[in-house]
């Protein structure tokens, strides 16, 4: 136990006592200030008001039991995408496994169609439009339709304030430079990519650009960018002592996302193992593929340092599959881009060993928002104020808890002459959906509960609901509308 004193500045108090619970030594600040007082009265003072600490088990080492929080999301994986989800010609042991020892939600969903929407909504835990990212952010300024707004909290930024260790390891794709690069918005760690896509998954570029970092320091690492990922994370787990803080990781893949660019081995290995595979499935099942065999090492590292125990492991996807790489979203409608469900449900699996029951299933409805306060609520850690997402915990530890939200939104933006800079939407309340998947398109209602695939447009027979959920529609598109989207204008332009 040291005690130190010390007369230095300190803002808004004039005298401060703190506790700071190193792992090696306890250490106390006082600061005694403007009281006048000798520094041996207030020594006894401090002395005697802390005297009960030296006898309680806190003057004692006591470890962190707090859980690690490693959220693994996969880029544009369908629901259906996995073996362990229905995928017949698909070989995914590791994720298999994992699906095995936690919960499988039959009924996630990610908050938008497209990546960036969802990872904004993933890390804030908010709806995207409301932190100024209702579409795509990309390195063309004309075609880029999001800007991460600077006075948003990130959830990470509470994490690490609660004193847990925060990296990312993977893509970003919230911002390509300050004040939006992930050191700057809540990570104490990054190593990974920048950009929204690859041009290729070996040299790593975007429109000529070189996206991956360390830190904020520009490299060039030579591999797959799977394989690499998968090094990084492993690497990151082996550096986290037993004594140390608990960690968040958030790993983001870049596969199984366009080109579809797997190892020429892990294709060869797929062609042999299904015959009559068309080329187009065969690249998509191998580049998931091998992205399951980087998840099965970073499980193994977390066993193998005796992390796994006290670790939630969450694996999801950003949005549904892209259908003309050769996506399988099960029978669902539509695919990535879409706000029909293959373009927004995805895979959700959550692991907690002792605490969520290996081999469980639940059709209770989340969405990608709802996953850090979720975990956040297991770990103790207290969120930002005005989340729109919420906590699923106890569905996660067996306990019944009434729906998360009455309506759910789904919003996309998007430029091209598909769009025009306009943005589709939905709007979920109980079996009811409400949706325009075009800017040009007019409404349609479907029943979910009796028509999954929605195969069946009721715009016609329920006027009243369409009514009442367009309303309900416009009020969120408003909400959005008190974010800007697009960076300030330069001063000498406006
Ligand atoms: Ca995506």
Redo the contacts with the bound molecule.
């Keep these: 136990m040291t005690v130190l004193l010390t007369g230095r500045q300190v803002p808004d108090s004039t005298v401060t006592a703190g506790l700071i619970a190193s792992w090696r030594a306890p250490l106390v600040f006082v600061t005694a200030e403007r009281f006048g007082m000798p520094y041996t009265a207030w020594t006894i003072v401090v002395l005697c008001l802390l005297l009960p600490l030296f006898c309680s088990p806190l003057t004692t080492t006591a470890a962190d039991t707090r859980p690690n929080l490693v959220v693994i999301l996969a880029?544009?994986l369908g629901a259906a995408d996995l073996q362990c989800c229905g995928a017949p010609d698909m070989r995914t042991p590791a994720l298999n496994q994992l699906f095995a020892a936690g919960m499988k939600f039959r009924n996630a969903y990610a908050n938008s169609p497209?990546?960036s929407p969802?990872r904004a909504a993933l890390l804030s835990g908010r709806y995207p439009e409301t932190t100024g990212v209702p579409g795509v952010i990309r390195t063309d300024a004309a075609d880029s339709w999001g800007y991460l707004s600077p006075t948003v909290e990130l959830l990470p930024v509470a994490a690490r304030k609660a004193g847990y260790h925060t990296a990312i390891i993977g893509k970003w794709h919230l911002g390509l430079a300050p004040p939006n690069t992930p050191l700057e918005r809540g990570f104490d760690h990054f190593h990974g990519f920048l950009g929204d896509m690859m041009d290729d998954y070996y040299t790593h570029r975007r429109h000529d650009h070189n996206y991956m970092r360390l830190e904020q320091a520009e490299i060039d690492p030579a591999g797959h960018a799977t394989d690499l990922f998968a090094d990084w994370a492993v690497q990151f787990l082996n550096h986290q002592r037993k004594d140390a803080p608990p960690f968040f990781l958030y790993l983001a893949w870049n596969a199984p996302?366009t080109p579809i660019q797997p190892p020429a081995e892990w294709l060869d290995r797929v062609r042999q193992r299904e015959p009559g595979i068309s080329d187009k499935r065969a690249g998509l099942v191998a580049l998931i593929e091998h992205m399951d065999s980087g998840i099965g090492r970073v499980i193994s590292a977390l066993q193998a340092n005796g992390q796994w125990e006290n670790t939630i492991v969450v694996f999801t996807s950003?949005?549904g599959g892209q259908l003309d790489v050769g996506a399988g979203n099960g029978q669902l409608r539509d695919g990535?881009q879409s706000v029909y469900e293959g373009g927004l449900k995805v895979p959700l699996c959550i692991t907690w060993p002792g605490r969520i029951q290996a081999g469980s299933q639940t059709d209770f409805s989340v969405m990608s928002m709802d996953i850090l306060p979720t975990l956040f609520a297991a770990a103790g850690v207290a969120p930002a104020n005005g989340l729109d997402g919420r906590s699923f915990l106890p569905t996660l530890l067996g306990e019944q808890q009434p729906e998360l939200r009455t309506q759910w939104f789904f919003t996309r933006r998007e430029g091209g002459l598909r769009y025009g800079g306009k943005t589709i939407e939905a709007v979920r309340e109980g079996p009811w959906k409400l949706l325009q998947n075009s800017p040009f398109a007019p409404l349609e209602l479907y029943n979910l509960q009796q028509d999954p695939l929605e195969s069946q447009n009721l715009v016609e027979k329920h006027p009243a609901i369409v009514n009442r959920l367009n309303a309900a529609l416009r009020r969120h598109l408003q909400r959005g509308g008190a974010v800007p989207w697009q960076p300030p204008m330069p001063a000498d332009s406006q």
Excluded: G
Aim: net charge negative; aromatic share 0%; hydrophobic share 10%.
């Design positions: 880029d544009d497209v990546c969802t996302h950003d949005n990535k």
